[in-house]
């Protein structure tokens, strides 16, 4: 029998995605955000939410566009202090030595530390409840050639993300791999 734990936000995995923005002066900054992913496929488009409080609000506000930037397990300190200062008092990538790139499609920088991007252009905001939730086509996806595969697509296992479990607050790297999408469940019932 289960057992109710109340009306929480708790779903596996959370992604941590480092959102990278410019604020008015053009100063780049990135903010770590679990409240996100995938929702289209035609046009691409992941989905972020933020706190108005946030400095990366009022940037994605001023320039309709940020970058998803996933990090690898290595640099799992770094995500979390992105997450626990904010750009409006630290100028945080020069404190952690990373290093913002212009993005080729939109406004907003890319970490070249990690080796994964997505250049996004948003499309919708919805004003949710204490986080409104931006609403980014995915103009390009940059990768480093070394996390490709022989199809030319990132492969999970070397880019090394990982995940964060809300309400433990921790964050946990990927685990083995279990099986082919859209092929093992297809024998079921035949
Ligand atoms: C693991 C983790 C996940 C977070 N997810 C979110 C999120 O989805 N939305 C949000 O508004 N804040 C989130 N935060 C908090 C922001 O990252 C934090 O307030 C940050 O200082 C904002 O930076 P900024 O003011 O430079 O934009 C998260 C923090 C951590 C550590």
Request: hydrophobic share 40%.
């Amino acid at each position: 029998m289960k057992k109710s734990i109340g009306a929480k936000t708790i779903v596996y995995p959370t992604p941590v995605f480092l959102v990278g923005t410019y604020d008015r002066s053009g100063k780049p900054n990135v903010m770590t955000a679990a409240w996100g992913g995938i929702c289209c496929s035609e046009p691409p488009c992941v989905a972020v939410s933020l706190r108005k409080a946030t400095h990366s609000y009022g940037n994605i506000m001023g320039n309709r566009a940020f970058t998803i930037n996933i990090a690898s397990e290595e640099h799992v300190r770094e995500a979390d202090y992105f997450g626990i200062v904010s750009g409006k008092k630290k100028d945080k990538l020069s404190v952690v030595g990373f290093t913002p790139v212009k993005s080729g499609m939109v406004n907003a920088p890319y970490i070249e530390e990690c080796p994964l991007v997505l250049e996004c252009k948003v499309i919708h905001i919805l004003e949710i409840g204490l986080h409104t939730q931006f609403v980014g086509e995915i103009m390009d996806v940059k990768a480093d050639e070394d996390v490709l595969g022989e199809n030319g697509f990132p492969l999970i296992n070397k880019v090394k993300p990982f995940l964060f479990a809300p309400e433990t607050r921790a964050y946990f790297g990927i685990g083995n791999f279990l099986g082919k999408a859209f092929s093992i469940g297809s024998e079921i019932g035949k």
